[in-house]
């Protein structure tokens, strides 16, 4: 966090290299995506969640997730198990349901 950066390791524990986001402040949370692969990294000065090649380590995104004005983002979760239902409709049952 006092630097800013994201540091990359091999399996055996050796520096490879370093990657930062867009006016990064305070990074603390990363994960990676279940949907692309891709590095997602949460700065919580800015506040927003960066996104990254997972091979080239490039910002694809430093705005993937922006928050409501006074929120802030601490940690990233994917709810894989949450399936959300549909059911059939009609328009006019939609319509009704707004009046």
Do not use: C
Request: charged letters at 15%; aromatic letters at 10%; a positive charge.
């Amino acid at each position: 966090m006092g630097s800013n950066v994201v540091y990359r390791y091999s399996p055996a524990l050796a520096p490879l290299g370093s990657f930062a986001g867009t006016n990064w402040a305070r990074p603390h949370g990363i994960a990676i995506s279940p949907h692309n692969g891709h590095i997602l990294v949460v700065d919580g000065a800015v506040p927003t969640v960066s996104e990254f090649d997972p091979s080239t380590f490039v910002e694809l995104n430093p705005s993937w997730v922006v928050p409501q004005p006074q929120l802030k983002i601490v940690d990233i979760a994917f709810l894989l198990d949450v399936r959300t239902s549909v059911q059939a409709t009609t328009w006019s049952r939609m319509k009704a349901g707004y009046r």
